[in-house]
C-alpha cells in the first residue's frame, strides 16, 4: 500500500520560511517522478516543484523559482520542500505527488493524471 505523509505546514509572516516534509512508503522502484502541489481556497491545485529520482532533475513553478527548493532524501525516503521569502499568496493547503515514472516523462501533469495515491495535504498560511 503506497502511503504519502506530508507534514511541516504552519503559520509565519511574509518573508518567513518553513520546511514540508513528505514521507513516502509502498514503492519498490526507485524510478519515481515526485513533486508537490498547492491549492489554494476557490483555485485549482498547481504544481510548485517536481523532482525526478532517475536524473535528479528539479522543476519549479514560475512563482516559486528562486524561494522553493525541492530534496530527495533516501536514506528516509523522503521529499522535502523549502520554502523562502514566504508570500501571502503562497496560503495554500500543500499535498505530494509520487508516481512510479517507467518510461514516461516526469511532469505536473503526468503527476495529477496517473492514478496514484495523494497525501492528506498541510496547511501553509502566510500572513502579511
Known amino acids: 500500500l503506497v502511503q504519502l505523509v506530508e507534514s511541516g505546514g504552519g503559520s509565519v509572516q511574509a518573508g518567513g520560511s518553513l520546511r514540508l516534509s513528505c514521507a513516502v512508503s509502498?514503492?519498490?522502484?526507485?524510478?519515481?517522478?515526485m513533486g508537490w502541489f498547492r491549492q489554494a481556497p476557490g483555485k485549482e491545485r498547481e504544481g510548485v516543484a517536481r523532482?525526478?529520482?532517475?536524473?535528479?532533475?528539479?522543476v519549479y513553478a514560475d512563482s516559486v523559482e528562486g524561494r522553493f527548493t525541492v530534496s530527495r532524501h533516501t536514506a528516509n525516503n523522503t521529499l522535502s520542500l523549502q520554502m523562502n521569502n514566504l508570500r501571502p499568496e503562497d496560503t495554500a493547503m500543500y499535498y505530494c505527488a509520487a508516481r512510479d515514472r517507467g518510461g514516461r516523462i516526469c511532469s505536473f501533469v503526468f503527476l495529477q493524471l496517473q492514478s496514484g495515491a495523494w497525501g492528506q495535504g498541510t496547511q501553509v498560511t502566510v500572513s502579511s
Open positions: 509502498g514503492y519498490t522502484s526507485d524510478n519515481l517522478c
Open positions: 523532482y525526478t529520482d532517475a536524473t535528479g532533475a528539479t
